[in-house]
């Protein structure tokens, strides 16, 4: 059993507290970064279930601040763990990419090329024609994974380096084609490093 001295002494008020709090407010407001991120993107199920956990961590660290209000090392840790949770919040949601991105690149050169790699690769192109500030181009549209962000772009970059481009995040998608995501082999991943000149 917890010896009843500790709770009242000046390491719990001074540290344990603290830490307590912080480690509470970091869980919590991860947990509700995600909640909104997963809000956003239309996860009507998980969300309710972070929520319900965002709140319970929540109330626990608020409860400590209430019952020792004199201790001003607890508003800091307080606003501490909010911070860094909203922080480890973003970071986890960039991890798990989750959910599809709309990707426009408008080339600065040819897309010919581009275009056909892109395919070679497994993605879905649609190809329109528009008019720029110096004449016609050719606007490449795709939906992906956010997992094949950074691939998507490198092939880009490998035919188009000063392309211009925008990604937004897509709530739905209906009967549309998603890039099928090729099972790993040591001949995929030797064809992926000879592309990229490793």
Known sequence: MLDSSLFSSEIFAWVILPLLIFFARIMDVSIGTLR???VSKGFKYLAPILGF??????????????QHLDSWIGYV?????????????II?????????????????YDTTQLIS???????????VEGKGMH??????????????????????NQF???????????????????RLRRPKSVFNITQKMRRRGK
């Open 53 to 66: 956990f965002e709140v319970i961590i929540w109330l626990l660290a608020i409860s400590q601040i209430i």
């Open 92 to 108: 986890l949601d960039e991890k798990l990419s989750i959910g599809n991105v709309i990707v426009r690149v408008i080339p600065k």
């Open 77 to 89: 840790a307080y606003g501490l763990g909010f911070a860094t949770g909203n922080y480890i919040g």
């Open 160 to 178: 188009n380096p000063k392309a211009f481009y925008t990604i937004e995040d897509v709530n739905s998608v209906k009967e549309g084609y998603i």
């Open 117 to 127: 790699d892109l395919r070679k690769n497994n993605f879905a192109v649609t190809s």
């Open 36 to 38: 909104l991120i997963f």
């Open 135 to 156: 004449g016609e181009v050719n606007v490449i549209l795709s939906i992906i994974s956010r997992k094949d962000i950074k691939e998507y772009i490198h092939i880009v």
